[in-house]
């Protein structure tokens, strides 16, 4: 019954429970990743985003509930799933072997691979020196090195567990860009990430974790094509300030002592404020930009109030 | 007063690795900032303030004390954080905390469940094994045994790498404080934002070699602003470029026939202009993109280097 190879989703979690006791875990996961599609994990440290990217692996057995690749269980299969998989560790521990390069042709050699171009090419995207000392290398040398190995062997499935932390902004630009890549060529991809830019720029989806819960999962394009924007705008003198409060805008935060207000309007009427604008002093104008950051604050504020 | 001393500082690791001749001091209550790329030698000069280096030639001191030869003597008055954590063996997190205590003989409770509280650790985390730890939890048990004993210099050396948002802001926030309070902080870091709202001057070191030393503030009160304007129509669109293309208040520095925006800049005096010139026209967006230190430093960051494959 179990196997469903074809035609099946490549990573279905249903109900998964893992529980390490004093409310430590994950409980109740239910989430489905269709094939092409990134999804983005985030959430505060110890929330439980390694802990599901560790259960897809199959390096854990769930409490209750399942973990599916290409519809096998994930802790049962977990050997036959790893060709499948490519996968970047939160925290990298290299075998005991010598150099970048060492480790490289082991794990090719692990997965029956003789080609070597795709990983000589992504070295070259990276600037990686893979003839490196393993263990004298610094936190982004061994991501890089973990990046090219998790890519050899062309998987068709992603696991990336926070796979830009500690690296610096143009290595962050590079570890994406080759990110973005993987998921034009159809890749299906998990990517755990405190950058919520990151995630804003490539992910189809993202989940917000709490607490070993699925607080929200929100489709990018729904924050990406809001209907409605926000500007501010701050006036050189009291009474336009004061003037422009009489208007009909919807003020979202208004603060006096610097004569600025914060509105939300709808994308159309922005001509219309520019039209108001003309006959005011205006000091300091600009959109604020309305981010998938925010847009989960809110669904934590709310959460919040509602147990009060 | 200097409380930092970075003086002609020296280590050569070979094949052009290494810091060579960096100087720079951080005075008493000031934030400084240490930036630079992935390898460019941040870690090594801050390992040489900690004294677990000897430098090649030129010397390194806190107090007036040379850090390798006084090692034992600066130590307590020292908060470092370090950019990977390894933390020791078969210890829960309370021993690590006990054991760090015992070392620099400052056992201040206080402080330690003050910061214990402010990064939310709380008992049952510490009594489990570090190893078992994930790694924001690690990151925030070496935040806390760096600041229990309240020392008067903080060493950072990429402190919120893998914080979460909400963690990265009480940090943040910390550090603000014990600027008020006087404490002299070096802060190494790949966040921008931080640095920002932290620093009051900048270093950046690329290659092992400063490159860049200047007061945080000049870049911060820039007056010229950078917008993005997307036309709903494209007549509007040719309106605007054949009108205000030799224009005093704007400069186009970007279009796009196709999809019918550009890109602009203005100085923050010309705003009420540009907003008059863009009031006929319909928008569909407008958006404005600020020069920050972001923009500034990404030209000291960019390389290249190859080294053949596997």
């Known amino acids: ?308 | 007063m200097n409380i930092i001393e970075v003086e002609h500082l020296t280590k050569d690791y070979g094949s052009g690795r290494g810091v060579f001749d960096v100087s720079f001091n951080v005075q008493k209550g000031e934030v400084f900032g240490f930036l630079g790329p992935n390898g460019a030698g941040k870690s090594t000069t801050i390992r040489h303030l900690m004294g677990f280096s000897k430098p090649d030639s030129g010397d390194t001191k806190i107090f007036g004390k040379d850090t390798f030869l006084k090692y034992n003597e600066i130590l307590g008055k020292v908060g470092y954080i370090p950019g990977e954590i390894a933390l020791p063996q078969g210890l829960t997190g309370w021993e690590f905390i006990r054991m760090i205590q015992d070392l620099t003989h400052i056992h201040n409770e206080e402080q330690l469940n003050k910061m214990l509280k402010l990064f939310e650790l709380d008992d049952i985390t510490l009594k489990g094994e570090t190893k078992r730890m994930s790694l924001g939890v690690k990151r925030k048990l070496a935040v806390v045994t760096a600041f229990m004993s309240d020392p008067d210099v903080l060493i950072l050396d990429e402190p919120t790498s893998g914080l979460d948002p909400v963690m990265q802001e009480v940090f943040i926030n910390f550090i603000k404080e014990e600027k008020e309070k006087g404490k002299t902080i070096l802060l190494s870091s790949h966040i921008f934002s931080e640095v920002d709202a932290t620093c009051d001057r900048i270093a950046i070191i690329k290659d092992g070699k400063i490159v860049s030393q200047f007061v945080a503030n000049d870049l911060k009160h820039a007056t010229t602003k950078f917008y993005k304007i997307d036309f709903a129509k494209d007549k509007d669109y040719k309106d605007f470029l054949t009108k205000y293309s030799n224009n005093k208040a704007l400069k186009i520095l970007n279009k796009d026939d196709k999809d019918s925006w550009v890109f602009i800049s203005t100085e923050d005096k010309d705003i009420n202009k540009v907003i008059s010139i863009l009031s006929p026209y319909e928008i569909k967006e407008f958006t404005n993109k600020k020069e920050s230190l972001e923009d500034y430093f990404m030209k000291f960051y960019k390389e290249d280097k190859e080294f053949g494959g596997v």
């Open chain 1, 1 to 308: 019954m179990e196997d469903k190879s074809t035609n099946v989703d490549p990573i279905v979690i249903e109900h998964l429970t893992k529980d390490y006791g004093e409310g430590r875990g994950i409980f109740d996961f239910n989430f489905t990743i269709k094939k092409g599609e990134m999804m983005g994990f985030v959430g505060t440290n110890g929330s439980g985003k390694t802990t599901t990217i560790r259960s897809i692996m199959g390096f854990i057995k769930p409490t209750s509930g399942h973990a599916y690749v290409n519809g096998k269980e994930a802790y049962e299969h977990a050997s036959e799933n790893t060709k499948h998989i490519g996968y970047v560790p939160g925290e990298i521990g290299f075998p005991d072997l010598k150099t970048g390069t060492n480790f490289l042709k082991s794990q090719a050699e692990f997965l029956g691979l003789k080609d070597m171009s795709y990983a000589n090419e992504l070295i070259k995207k990276l600037q990686l020196d893979p003839r490196a000392n393993l263990k004298r290398m610094s936190k982004g040398m061994k991501q890089k090195t973990a990046l090219v190995s998790s890519l050899i062997n062309n998987p068709d499935i992603l696991l990336f567990d926070e796979p830009t932390t500690g690296l610096d902004p143009l290595m962050r630009l590079a570890f994406m860009d080759i990110i973005k890549e993987e998921h034009k060529k159809g890749k299906t991809i998990l990517m755990s990430s405190h950058m919520f830019n990151e995630m804003e720029d490539t992910c189809d989806r993202v989940a917000l974790i709490n607490n070993g819960h699925i607080i929200d999962i929100v489709d990018m394009k729904d924050i990406r094509n809001r209907p409605v924007k926000d500007f501010k705008i701050e006036f050189n003198k009291k009474e336009d300030y004061e003037k422009f409060k009489k208007l009909d805008y919807k003020i979202i935060r208004d603060q006096v002592e610097y004569n600025q207000v914060t509105v939300e309007l709808k994308k159309e009427d922005t001509s219309k404020l520019f039209n108001d604008l003309k006959n005011y002093d205006v000091k300091f104008f600009s959109e604020v930009k309305y981010t998938l950051e925010k847009y989960f604050k809110e669904i934590l504020l709310k959460k919040e109030n509602k147990n009060v």
